[in-house]
């Protein structure tokens, strides 16, 4: 069977798995990055769902499936959320760390290491999450096309990962990994990186069409994300399920 495995990604962040819940450590960005993403993706489903803008708990009785979890820096918040949430990562490492960190903190997460395409779930789910993922699997469309199989139709997918641009190579490469050293050098290969209309391309043939696409900048004066209509770095789509 064919995989969207990359097993020098898998190793790479294995061994930055132990410091997925430091705030000051390797994955310092992803937490800085993390309330612009829930923000966004929250209020979509609100908008999809049509759900009490101030309902608390409003993801009861939601399905979600978070692919590529790592230490679960998305699975907790969402479960807090009152999400039946299915965090998937294909490093053992890392999956042991999201169990571990759960139990502290008292959430009911099913953590499983596996890969999409080999995922055995009865069920189909009502959200999917692909956050900084496809830029580090082996076989894009193999990836998508598993994903959009394990999507409820009317189902939302969120993939948000790096535009393969100059100015993304300047920011992303160049700049966070050899000048603020924000992230280990060789995290990311500009090479695998993918332009919004080939992902939407490969989204629309696995009939998930685009709902909204928006870009994420950062402010370094102010040291926060905010989302943006430039797509040339960080950007995400939503897309729903026909």
């Given at each position: 069977m064919?995989?969207?495995?990359?097993?020098?990604?898998?190793?790479?962040?294995?061994?930055?798995?132990?410091?997925?819940?430091?705030l000051?450590g390797k994955?310092?960005?992803?937490?800085?990055?993390?309330?612009?993403?829930?923000?966004?993706?929250?209020?979509?489903?609100?908008?999809h769902?049509?759900?009490?803008k101030?309902?608390?708990?409003?993801?009861?009785?939601?399905?979600?499936?978070?692919?590529?979890?790592?230490?679960?820096?998305?699975?907790?918040?969402l479960?807090?959320?009152?999400?039946?949430?299915?965090g998937?990562?294909?490093?053992?490492?890392?999956i042991?760390?999201?169990?571990?960190?759960?139990?502290?903190?008292?959430?009911?997460?099913?953590?499983?290491?596996?890969s999409?395409e080999?995922l055995?779930?009865?069920?189909?789910?009502?959200?999917?999450?692909?956050?900084?993922?496809?830029?580090?699997?082996?076989?894009?469309?193999?990836?998508?096309?598993?994903?959009?199989?394990?999507?409820?139709?009317?189902?939302?997918?969120?993939?948000?990962?790096?535009?393969?641009?100059?100015?993304s190579?300047?920011?992303a490469i160049?700049?966070?990994?050899?000048?603020?050293?924000w992230?280990?050098?060789?995290?990311?290969?500009?090479?695998?990186?993918?332009?919004?209309?080939?992902?939407?391309?490969?989204?629309?043939?696995?009939?998930?069409?685009?709902?909204?696409?928006?870009?994420?900048?950062?402010?370094?004066?102010l040291?926060?994300?905010?989302?943006?209509k430039?797509?040339?770095?960080?950007?995400?789509?939503?897309?729903?399920?026909n």
């Open positions: 064919s995989s969207t495995i990359n097993k020098e990604e898998i190793q790479k962040f294995s061994r930055l798995a132990d410091e997925w819940w430091d000051n994955f310092k960005p992803l937490h800085m990055f993390n309330p612009i993403r829930i923000e966004y993706i929250t209020e979509k489903i609100k908008n769902y049509r759900i009490d101030n309902k608390t708990n409003f993801l009861n009785g939601f399905d979600v499936l978070d692919i590529g979890c790592g230490g679960g820096l998305i699975s907790e918040p479960t807090r959320l009152g999400a039946n949430l299915t998937i990562d294909a490093s053992e490492k890392n042991n760390v999201a169990k571990l960190h759960s139990k502290k903190n008292n959430l009911k997460i099913n953590y499983l290491n596996t999409p080999k055995k779930s009865e069920k189909k789910f009502d959200i999917i999450l692909n956050l900084e993922i496809v830029e580090h699997v082996e076989d894009v469309n193999l990836y998508i096309e598993s994903c959009a199989k394990l999507l409820k139709n009317n189902g939302l997918m969120f993939t948000a990962t790096l535009n393969r641009s100059f100015t190579y300047i920011k160049i700049g966070a990994e050899y000048i603020l050293r992230l280990p050098i060789g995290t990311h290969d500009w090479n695998k990186f993918i332009k919004p209309e080939e992902l939407e391309k490969i989204l629309t043939k696995n009939k998930c069409n685009t709902v909204d696409i928006a870009g994420f900048q950062f402010n370094p004066i040291k926060r994300w905010r989302r943006s430039d797509l040339s770095v960080n950007y995400i789509i939503c897309s729903l399920k």
